[in-house]
């Protein structure tokens, strides 16, 4: 396993690496200051870490920005821990894998990897596939997606899944542009899920989706009503 230390203060990055050092698994331990020099370094890496842990308060960013920016590189894995319990919510809809609050102890930390162990140990996203948390999401089966601040939200009625991005990093990923197409500034649809297009004399439309939802296309972006068949 390769782990990211992410602090700004060298004696709780000290204590990381004496603790993570007796794990028989941890091949390689790197550590940057702050979320500029993690950036930095992970894009010197030719392999994303295994596993991030990350501090929440650090000069040129929080660790919850880190989380996201760092998870669009690769990192599947994600462990704050940090001395400020109020960032809690925000990490597990980040869907970060714990949440050690200093000071903790030897076990909390061990009981912590155990659950990387576990991420690790599920394969890759295949092509046409995502991770959202602990899911893997068949992204044929997303009929749209939305903005929500600064997640998106995934809907597959009746249910959907928050991930922290927002929509235009999402439509840059791999296999995302040529499933989703935008139609508004707050949301994209899956052409295969239209079944009936309304043209209003606005030049907006209406997008009628299997499931009965109706998407409101704005006249900035009718142009994308060629690339529907439905």
Do not use: C
């Amino acid at each position: 396993m390769r782990v990211l230390i992410v602090d700004d203060e060298p004696a709780a990055r000290a204590r990381l690496r004496r603790l993570l050092a007796a794990q028989p698994d941890v091949a390689e331990l790197l550590e940057a200051p702050d979320a500029p020099a993690a950036l930095a370094l992970v894009q010197t890496l030719a392999a994303p870490p295994d596993l991030a842990l990350l501090d929440i308060e650090m000069p040129g960013g929080n660790g919850v920005q880190l989380a996201a920016a760092l998870r669009e590189r690769g990192v599947r894995s994600v462990i704050f821990s940090t001395a400020h319990a109020e960032h809690a919510l925000q990490a597990f809809e980040l869907a970060a894998l714990d949440y050690l609050l200093k000071p903790y102890t030897p076990e909390r930390l061990a009981a912590a990897l155990a659950r990387v162990r576990e991420r690790l140990a599920q394969p890759p996203a295949p092509v046409g596939e995502w991770w959202v948390g602990g899911e893997r999401v068949k992204l044929a089966d997303v009929p749209w997606i939305s903005a929500a601040d600064n997640y998106i939200e995934l809907h597959l009625p009746p249910r959907s899944l928050l991930e922290r991005a927002t929509l235009a990093d999402a439509l840059a990923r791999p296999g995302w542009a040529a499933r989703f197409l935008r139609v508004h500034r707050s949301h994209a649809v899956n052409p295969a899920h239209v079944q009936r297009i309304e043209r209003l004399a606005s030049g907006e439309a209406l997008l009628t989706l299997a499931g009965g939802e109706v998407l409101r296309v704005s006249r900035g972006y009718r142009d994308v009503l060629d690339a529907f068949t439905p």
